[in-house]
């Protein structure tokens, strides 16, 4: 039996719809990657012009909430990041109103349930790792607050991810319990198919499809993994436009306040 070299290989697939409309192109993909890289995805948020749609924003926490939550934890986020952000403080007040959060001890060394302050952070679905594993069959559903920066691709890879889901072709066979995605390393992932058209009502009436649906929670997701970007970029707009003035007027002062000294001549005469 040969052994299947290393050599370059070409593949065309082509991607179930999109919101962006996408299609998969010839690639050159090495014949020992475990998985597909995902594509370039033009989402709003990424020019160096752009800032993020705080409205999809809005849209992926009511994701997250209704979907994600049930198994993801989003432990370094507290509610008051949501002020006025993609909510305003009379909204996220409603929403920790809603939440009972365990605190205390208080002054007879007890344990008590409080709502929830502006200042608590989400509570996580499950009260610890072991218990996490138990109820998702050995598998650890990862923290998400980072997840767009810790892995390569960010919001694509979780897009690519989210609506990435096949059937197996020929030849692979998967795992019991597992699903396949040639998007997750290895190709099979436990987690099963989160999204389906309509499986929320968008709030603002946005039609709830898995590929729209996939979109929002990518943005929010990058949102909270980098929520400092839109200042980052403004900052570095006003930044660039001053050094350019400077720049400027070191052009101007060098080229015309110094030509006199620069072109005269010196001639020495007996």
């Not at 370059?8 to 020992?32: L, P, Q, W, Y």
């Not at 370039?40 to 999809?56: E, T």
């Not at 949501?82 to 007879?108: F, K, Q, S, W």
């Not at 109820?135 to 691709?153: E, H, I, T, V």
Request: charged content about 20%; proline content about 6%; glycine content about 8%.
């Amino acid at each position: 039996m040969h052994r299947i070299s290393a050599k370059v290989v070409k593949r065309i697939a082509a991607a179930s719809a999109t919101a962006a409309g996408a299609v998969f192109a010839v690639e050159e993909v090495s014949a020992s990657a475990d998985r597909i890289m995902p594509e370039n995805f033009a989402f709003n948020h990424k020019g160096a012009f752009q800032a993020y749609d705080m409205a999809s924003v809005r849209r992926g926490h009511q994701v997250y909430v209704n979907v994600c939550a049930t198994c993801h934890s989003m432990n370094l986020m507290a509610y008051r990041h949501l002020v006025d952000n993609c909510y305003t403080e009379e909204e996220v007040r409603a929403m920790c109103e809603e939440v009972e959060i365990t605190d205390g001890p208080n002054d007879e060394g007890e344990m008590f349930e409080r709502p929830a302050k502006l200042s608590d952070h989400w509570l996580p679905p499950y009260p610890n790792e072991e218990a996490a594993r138990f109820a998702n069959g050995g598998a650890y559903p990862p923290d998400l607050s980072l997840m767009a920066k810790a892995r390569p691709g960010g919001e694509d890879y979780i897009f690519a991810l989210l609506t990435g889901y096949r059937e197996a072709p020929a030849g692979i066979n998967v795992m019991p319990g597992m699903h396949y995605n040639p998007y997750f390393s290895g190709g099979q992932i436990g987690m099963p198919q989160p999204l389906m058209d309509g499986s929320i009502d968008y709030e603002d009436g946005t039609p709830a499809t898995m590929s729209q649906m996939a979109k929002d929670v990518s943005t929010f997701l990058m949102w909270a993994a980098e929520p400092e970007q839109d200042n980052r970029k403004l900052m570095g707009l006003k930044w660039m436009s001053a050094v350019a003035l400077v720049c400027a007027g070191t052009a101007y002062y060098k080229r015309l306040r110094w030509s006199v000294l620069k072109s005269r001549r010196i001639q020495y005469l007996k």
